[in-house]
């Protein structure tokens, strides 16, 4: 039978905002809280995946019409089956397919054509299958774009949202009767973890409205769906489980939306190993591996980054309690209160791993914690009450003291074995004081799951490991605001671009405005040296846009003392290389000898998910023997350079260390700025390029740029 879709007329265009919300609204309401669903490929064993949908839908008491579809059966699991899509009364919503890869693909067609809003594919196949593949993906784009289809998956689990009872999963976690409802949309790369999550959750108190399974983002990504769900007032954060960084720009554009409504974003991403994900010419692209690019990636959009699942579990309850922190360079302080000095110290330890100190108390605290309580503290990192912390009123006191004291950004409660024998005496201050001026956050040394539930009942965040404590204190305080949107440079795929010789470079560095060492290029067959316009002794190195790194062929002398010299370094200089290389040498470029305080390496790339990067790291070898770095989008602006500079330990010879003479770290700082701004030039589209090294001079005095390095798209 023929299916017709009418709408009701429309009164006229609408103003952009208002579409784009009704098109949110839309997205969220055929994904969430469908009327209607049909499941293609519905069996009639529930105990196989392909079976499930159905029966979550009806266990979880869906209120939405239901349409099994089975060609080759009558019925499933005891209700009508369809043979098609075509054949149903009405067109469905939301679609979930549970057939094979070409059949998956063909009724995602039949969907496009009948005017279905979303379509979630379960099969694998596809972009893992390599160009077969891939080329399968490409005919689902194709489907997106010609019909206005909306594709979860493929390899999607499925989405669940628990409010509306859309159990739309064949993730096997979901087969559970009055699953409580919380406050929590995850989304997840991963199938799987939306079981985990959601199961791991509610052994420890944490429930979630609803979660979604991506997987391969053919068509709608983690950013957009969460993005379409942003004006829910049923969903107050967001925990991502990410694999990689496709689609960065949607996830970007969500992240800063979350964070203008005040809707905190806590994500735990794979890849936390030291190997690149690609060979680059440049020592930045080295460096800047794949987890590098996501922690500046993920900073920058002010989502809060765990490196533990227990953390991305228990973290947001936490990081919704600590609004990002306006820029600043006063690193965050932490008060630790505990009745158990060893179970404290092992929160202290990760915290002091992660750059999060747990400070002792001002005298003035103390002296008020001592009246208050009666015991006699010495000045220490950890506020140790001993077993005297067990009464109710001397942890109460403590608690008020400290959360009230300026010097802290956050409390840290530890509770011994109190907390398992006498779970609602021991944590009943911390319950108490849940709503106090700072956040407290409360980890319990033994296995405690009823005094764990107390907590997570009164909004407490809660910690069942010192690890996951840790690791989620230092993700929430050092959020930082997210950096607005700029148009962000592309590489296109199998492009490599041409490199610049460092003449052509430097140019570019004077267009930026970027102070450079004098240079003088000069044919490789000359007899005489020409008068220079800086004095000797002077570097010698040869110019060519086909070695990137001069030095690694020979390329490179310094300190040539005089003119008569000169032909003969360079007639050797083009010797070496041809020998190490075979490739020939016409010019080479002439520049004085230039020594500062120390050295740095400034880099750009763009990144083919996260867009234009800039990086600063130890200078020379350093660069790569040490791996002392930092990153951030690029552009960047002269605060946001400088907070760069205070992360790399390499800086800290240059702040007059130890009465040494201090660099000049703000011209640092504006050579940082000018170099992101890379990232706004057109003419020519910069795909890579850095300075290594920069001399930085006495403060006062610049920096100088004497090498530099240029790929152009």
């Not at 429930?207 to 990504?221: P, Q």
């Not at 942890?395 to 010097?407: C, G, N, Q, V």
């Not at 909004?459 to 929430?476: K, Y």
């Amino acid at each position: 039978m023929s299916i017709d879709r009418i709408d009701p007329p429309h009164p006229g265009p609408l103003p952009k905002g208002e579409r784009e919300k009704g098109a949110a609204a839309s997205l969220r309401r055929a994904l969430l809280a469908p009327a209607s669903v049909a499941i293609v490929g519905q069996s009639d064993d529930a105990e196989k995946t392909t079976g499930r949908p159905l029966k979550y839908l009806r266990q979880a008491g869906f209120p939405g019409r239901i349409y099994p579809i089975n060609p080759r059966r009558e019925t499933v699991l005891g209700e009508r089956a369809w043979p098609s899509l075509a054949a149903l009364p009405e067109v469905p919503e939301h679609v979930y397919i549970l057939t094979p890869t070409e059949a998956a693909i063909e009724a995602a067609a039949e969907c496009g054509r009948l005017g279905v809003t979303v379509a979630m594919i379960l099969a694998a196949g596809f972009a893992e299958a390599g160009a077969e593949g891939e080329a399968r993906e490409a005919r689902l784009r194709a489907i997106c774009a010609e019909t206005g289809l909306r594709i979860v998956g493929p390899s999607s689990l499925g989405v669940v949202d628990l409010r509306h009872k859309a159990f739309l999963t064949a993730n096997a976690a979901f087969d559970e009767q009055d699953l409580p409802v919380g406050r929590i949309f995850a989304a997840s790369h991963s199938g799987t973890m939306i079981g985990s999550l959601l199961s791991r959750g509610k052994a420890r108190g944490i429930h979630f409205a609803g979660l979604a399974s991506v997987g391969n983002e053919v068509d709608l990504s983690i950013g957009e769906i969460c993005q379409a769900t942003l004006d829910d007032p049923g969903i107050d954060g967001y925990a991502l489980f990410l694999e990689t960084l496709r689609k960065a720009d949607a996830l970007r554009v969500f992240a800063l939306a979350a964070a203008a409504r005040g809707k905190p974003v806590i994500a735990y991403k794979l890849g936390r190993s030291a190997e690149a994900r690609e060979l680059a010419v440049s020592h930045t692209g080295a460096l800047a591996g794949e987890d590098d690019v996501a922690e500046a990636f993920l900073a920058d959009c002010g989502i809060a980054r765990v490196e533990t699942l227990d953390g991305l579990i228990e973290g947001l309850p936490l990081v919704s309690r600590i609004p990002i922190a306006a820029r600043h360079n006063r690193r965050p302080s932490v008060a630790v209160v505990t009745t158990t000095a060893g179970g404290a110290t092992m929160v202290v330890d990760p915290l002091a791993v992660r750059g999060i100190a747990a400070d002792p108390p001002s005298a003035e605290t103390l002296a008020r914690i001592r009246t208050a309580t009666g015991i006699d503290l010495a000045p220490s990192r950890l506020v140790d009450l001993t077993v005297a912390g067990a009464r109710y009123e001397v942890m109460k006191a403590a608690l008020d003291i400290l959360t009230a004291a300026p010097e802290f950004d956050l409390v840290v409660a530890v509770v011994g074995s109190s907390s398992r024998f006498l779970p609602e005496r021991a944590v009943k201050p911390i319950v108490d004081s849940a709503g106090a001026a700072k956040p407290i956050a409360a980890f319990l040394a033994p296995e405690a799951p009823d005094a764990l539930a107390q907590l997570a009942a009164a909004g407490v965040p809660s910690f069942r490991t010192p690890e996951a404590c840790a690791d989620a204190i230092a993700a929430a305080l050092k959020r930082r605001p997210p950096k607005p949107m700029v148009a962000m440079r592309r590489a296109p795929a199998g492009a490599p671009g041409r490199m610049l010789d460092e003449a052509q470079a430097y140019e570019l560095l004077d267009r930026l405005g970027i102070a450079r060492a004098p240079t003088v290029a000069l044919d490789t067959h000359i007899k005489s040296a020409p008068d220079l316009p800086f004095p000797y002794p002077v570097a010698v190195k040869v110019l060519s846009a086909e070695i990137a790194h001069k030095s690694e062929v020979g390329g490179v002398v310094l300190d040539v003392p005089v003119g008569d010299a000169l032909p003969t370094v360079i007639q050797r200089l083009q010797e070496t290389v041809s020998r190490r290389c075979g490739i020939r040498i016409d010019r080479v470029l002439v520049q004085p000898m230039i020594a500062g305080l120390g050295e740095v390496l400034v880099g750009y790339r763009v990144d083919r998910d996260a867009g234009p990067l800039v990086m600063l790291a130890a200078g020379g070898i350093h660069a790569e023997i040490y791996r002392d770095r930092v990153l951030r989008l690029a552009p960047v602006d002269f605060a946001e350079a400088q907070a760069m500079i205070g992360e790399v330990w390499a800086m800290r010879m240059l702040e007059g260390f130890r009465g040494k003479p201090a660099g000049d770290l703000e011209a640092l700082a504006r050579t940082i700025v000018k170099f992101s701004q890379l990232a706004a030039l057109d003419n020519p589209v910069v795909a890579e390029a850095e300075i290594n090294p920069l001399i930085v001079h006495r403060k006062g005095e610049g920096v100088t740029a004497v090498d530099a390095l240029v790929r152009i798209l």
